[in-house]
């Protein structure tokens, strides 16, 4: 059982009625929603479009207003200016200022956080080393890739070291690789206790990232769980051990065959997950050619997040 | 701090970098180094002095009032439009501290702008003037080069003879309200004719209440005068008149202006010299009498206006800066508008507001100050038009209202009471509700909305 401060986000009976201009119910895009996330968690948040999805994490960020029910975080309310201090955003879609480099661009969001310029400009570095551009500091934002640019936006949502990470669709324009570190990133934020809010259509990156998930259909919660309660199938086993010669295979059937009386097993090579496969060819490819890389891929944490 | 700053730096940029800034920057800049040098009046030194001031300073402050209402409206709108404004509302600032430092960002740039374009167009008057000739430069010194404070004559008991006229027309008679206006106004103008009126062969008196300054010796009066009806206005075929000035400063020796009768034409303006060396520190009465030496016309003068004194009382920089200081009040005033539209609506709309909010403010005051024909006319159309202007007025503000510049080119002294009167006029009413519906607006929006486009 979580203590109170652990509750990071609580929404009780969240509901959002969208309306028209004569203040006419058009759409309940939101209804009634009940959950909690608490401090350390990554929670997903899945469904199709028009689920609620991206209205949920709007309202938790004060874009929207609800209709009904009751939204805290941090404890306090959403309009709260010190809990915002606590939360990294990274939206859908990057809005980020085209004119600004990408070196202006983390200075800018670092400054609103009334951040110390050294720190910022600290902050600033490390990041760009960490997200592999540091090569394209002094480049204009809006002559990035969507890749690029989503990298940048990755970096300013980590600027202020948050406690709270709310991530729409994080891997969208993001190339294997990217992806990939930005999976290995919410996981090393995971093990630093910092709570993430993932909404994401690729089922595949929030069963690898998240502890939970939250499923929302024409803005219900129709299921909602830890994965392991969710997704194992209690009434089989895996056993995984190292490849064995045809007549030990042959042994390991008839033992499991006429000693444990199991009818239905197969036994065969596992598969490599093909973003793993991928990674490890670009791995070999980059070679000496990594000078000419548009993003060069980057294994370092920033020391601050390490903190 | 460090947000506010790197929200106004961020607007500035913004600003820099538009394409409608630097478009509008490059025109003040030709405006302000090419009239100068463009406008060529042999005949009248002082006339194009005027000119090149008044046409330098005003296409530049429009051009720039126009830019500041328009960087504010896209600035606003275009964050809400392209939801970069999601990206400033998650971060620890108030909604109310990202209006206030986009709108401090788009004054800021646009003060430094006319700071600027002012001193070039300083710089180049100047520089104009220096190939003068010396008397040439003295009658500029005294004309235009200076602040002068203008002092008309004191009017006692108008109020009173007026009501006393107006009952004794009215008390029997069943008059609409305009008509009551209409006789009004007739009243008015029969009393002042009559109070400006030097019957022939006549004198009469003017009086002045003049405060003392250090350029006592700078100093002049003007009038002109209307021969034989306070409305002839042709200027063919004027009639002339004969007439001779004398000036008492507090109850001392009269002194003649003339020495021998002068000849005037009529609707033609003159001025004189004098010399007020006896003023003293307080209150000083001082008396012009008009001789009228015609035998058989009157002479009127629109006492409301003419004859005046007019007393140098600062030098042209302080009334230049007074100048710039309203301008600097419209930026401010305009700068506002722009943010609260760009907060209310989309783009377009707000460029269809901005548009319809300048062409208003220009043609507002003239459907007022036409209101005359309009009561006359009477008709259902006239009355309509007029009681919207004055309403639409009440919350609409033309921008050329904060354009002092015709002052600052005729040597007028721009008085701190002008200044104050357009702070308690549009800042105490008119500012206040446009930045309060612009801050509410922003405070109460769901920026999570999808932006319809």
């Known amino acids: 059982m979580f203590q109170e401060e652990d509750i990071i986000i609580s929404a009780k009976n969240l509901t959002k009625i969208f309306k028209d201009f004569w203040n006419r119910p058009k759409v309940k895009a939101v209804n009634g929603i009940s959950f909690e996330v608490n401090r350390g968690e990554v929670v997903g948040l899945l469904g199709p479009n028009g689920s609620g999805k991206s209205t949920t994490i709007k309202i938790i960020l004060n874009l929207l207003y609800p209709t009904a029910g009751e939204l805290k975080i941090f404890g306090e309310n959403t309009k709260d200016i010190n809990t915002k201090s606590k939360i990294g955003y990274l939206p859908e879609e990057t809005y980020l200022y085209k004119f600004l480099s990408a070196e202006e661009t983390l200075n800018f969001f670092g400054h609103l956080f009334n951040l110390s310029v050294k720190e910022v400009r600290k902050r600033t570095d490390e990041l760009l080393e960490m997200i592999g551009m540091s090569y394209a500091r002094k480049r204009l934002v809006g002559e990035f890739s969507k890749g690029m640019a989503r990298r940048i936006g990755m970096a300013q949502a980590l600027i202020n070291n948050p406690e709270l990470l709310i991530l729409d669709e994080p891997t969208s324009s993001l190339d294997p690789i990217a992806c990939n570190e930005m999976k290995n990133l919410i996981k090393f934020l995971k093990n630093k206790k910092k709570t993430v809010l993932v909404s994401s259509h690729l089922l595949g990156d929030i069963e690898e990232v998240c502890d939970r998930i939250i499923i929302l259909y024409e803005g219900r919660i129709v299921a909602e769980g830890s994965l392991e309660d969710l997704l194992k199938i209690y009434e089989k086993n895996i056993i995984t051990i190292p490849r064995q010669e045809g007549t030990q295979t042959e042994k390991l059937r008839r033992y499991l065959k006429e000693e444990l009386f199991i009818e239905d097993f197969s036994i065969d090579n596992p598969n490599m997950s093909l973003e793993k496969y991928f990674v490890k060819t670009m791995e070999k490819a980059r070679g000496d050619n990594s000078e000419f890389a548009e993003v060069k891929q980057s294994d370092t944490m920033a020391e601050y997040l390490k903190e | ?453």
């Open chain 2, 1 to 453: 701090m460090n947000h506010d700053l790197a929200i106004i730096r961020l607007t500035i940029i913004t600003i820099i970098k538009s394409h409608s800034f630097i478009l509008i920057m490059l025109l003040s800049c030709i405006f302000a180094f090419v009239i100068p040098l463009t406008v060529f009046d042999g005949s009248n030194l002082v006339d194009m002095f005027q000119i090149r001031i008044t046409y330098s300073l005003d296409i530049c402050t429009i051009l720039i009032f126009i830019s500041s209402i328009w960087s504010g409206c896209s600035i606003m709108a275009g964050d809400i439009e392209s939801h970069k404004i999601h990206m400033l509302v998650v971060k620890p600032v108030s909604k109310f501290r990202i209006l206030l430092n986009r709108f401090l960002g788009v004054f800021i740039i646009h003060f430094l702008f006319l700071m600027i374009i002012s001193l070039i167009i300083f710089l180049m008057i100047n520089a104009s003037e220096s190939s003068l000739s010396i008397p040439q430069k003295a009658e500029l010194s005294k004309k235009v080069f200076t602040s002068r404070k203008s002092y008309v004559s004191r009017l006692t008991g108008v109020s009173k003879e007026f009501f006393e006229e107006f009952n004794a027309r009215t008390r029997d008679a069943t008059l609409s309200e305009s008509e009551r206006a209409e006789t009004g106004k007739k009243i008015i103008y029969t009393i002042l004719s009559r109070r400006g009126e030097v019957k022939p062969g006549k004198s009469k008196t003017f009086f002045f209440e003049v405060v003392k300054t250090i350029y006592f010796d700078n100093a002049s009066f003007q009038f002109i005068p209307y021969i034989g009806s306070p409305d002839i206005l042709e200027r063919q075929n004027r009639p002339k008149t004969e007439g001779v000035w004398s000036l008492q400063v507090n109850n001392g020796k009269v002194v003649n202006l003339n020495e021998k009768p002068e000849t005037f034409l009529s609707n033609n303006e003159y001025e004189m010299n004098i010399s007020l060396k006896d003023l003293s520190e307080e209150k000083n009465i001082i008396k012009l009498t008009y001789h009228n030496l015609d035998k058989d016309k009157s002479v009127f003068f629109r006492i409301t206006e003419f004859p005046r004194i007019q007393i140098k009382n600062a030098g042209f920089i302080e009334n230049y800066l007074k100048c710039l200081l309203i301008m600097v009040l419209g930026i401010v005033f305009v700068s506002a508008i722009g943010c609260t539209l760009g907060c209310i609506f989309s783009l377009p709309v707000a460029v269809f507001v901005i548009i319809a909010y300048l062409l208003f403010g220009s043609v507002g005051n003239f459907i007022l100050s036409r209101n005359e024909v309009f009561l006359k006319n009477d008709n259902i159309q006239s009355k309509i038009g007029y009681n919207l202007s004055k309403t639409l007025l009440k919350i609409i503000t033309p921008i050329q209202e904060f354009q002092l510049s015709e002052y600052v080119s005729t040597g007028m002294l721009i008085e701190n009471d002008i200044i104050i009167e357009i702070i308690k006029k549009y800042f105490l009413i008119q500012f206040l509700i446009i930045s309060g519906i612009g801050i509410y607006v922003f405070n109460k929006r769901e920026f999570g909305m999808v932006v319809k486009k």
